[in-house]
T-cell receptor
């Protein structure tokens, strides 16, 4: 079992829907990440939160909106997505953002856009 | 621009054999090199990692060999088992940056009985 928990595991939504992905960790990590992974490709970084503040946005379209309510939770709000946004969305966390801090991944949310 | 080149993209090994996956990097600022193992329907899991001041690191059946001058590193899986069948990603991190993990393209390993 992974220590980073993501819900839901699967999500199907239409292009006009609004939904949210959730991520939770209780390892005391202060850096949290969102990645997007297409089939047979490596994960691509989307956002980095450090101490609950957004520190990196890898030029992600505004239809993806991250939120970090507290040090254990990370959300990704979705609105007006496109079919090409269908992918596995992975959350990860690490002890901090500086130095050598291995990232621990959740099992992801499989998102399908109709 | 692919900063970490990984090969092969797919690999079939017989049970008990040695699986070898190679990676090469370009940015000499990278100073941490993890390997991730990903099973279908799961997230990547950290398998083993090495720093460039070490030439080899072994954990059980998994060994990383690191050649700093050639900017290459490789993963060896000894006595490969069907349960090792997964996709393996090499990666590189610059610890002075914001922890962005630069992944290789991935290698799909299949261990056949």
């Amino acid at each position: 079992d992974t220590e980073v928990t993501q819900t839901p595991k699967h999500l199907v939504m239409g292009m006009t829907n609004k939904k949210s992905l959730k991520c939770e960790q209780h390892m005391g990590h202060r850096a949290m990440y969102w990645y997007k992974q297409k089939a047979k490709k490596p994960p691509e970084l989307m956002f980095v939160y450090s101490y609950e503040k957004l520190s990196i946005n890898e030029s992600v379209p505004s239809r993806f909106s991250p939120e970090c309510p507290n040090s254990s939770l990370l959300n990704l709000h979705l609105h007006a997505l496109q079919p090409e946004d269908s992918a596995l969305y992975l959350c990860a966390s690490s002890l901090g953002q500086g130095g050598i801090q291995p990232q621990h991944f959740g099992d992801g949310t499989r998102l399908s856009i109709l | 621009q692919q900063q970490v080149k990984q090969s092969p993209q797919s690999l079939i090994v017989q049970k008990g054999g040695i699986s070898i996956i190679n990676c090469a990097y370009e940015n000499t600022a990278f100073d941490y090199f993890p390997w991730y193992q990903q099973f279908p329907g799961k997230g990547p899991a950290l398998l083993i990692a090495i720093r460039p001041d070490v030439s080899e690191k072994k954990e059980g059946r998994f060994t990383i060999s690191f050649n700093k001058s050639a900017k290459q590193f490789s993963l060896h899986i000894m006595d490969s088992q069907p349960g090792d069948s997964a996709t393996y990603f090499c990666a590189a991190i610059y610890s002075g940056g914001y922890q962005k993990v630069t992944f290789g393209i991935g290698t799909k390993l299949q261990v056949i009985p």
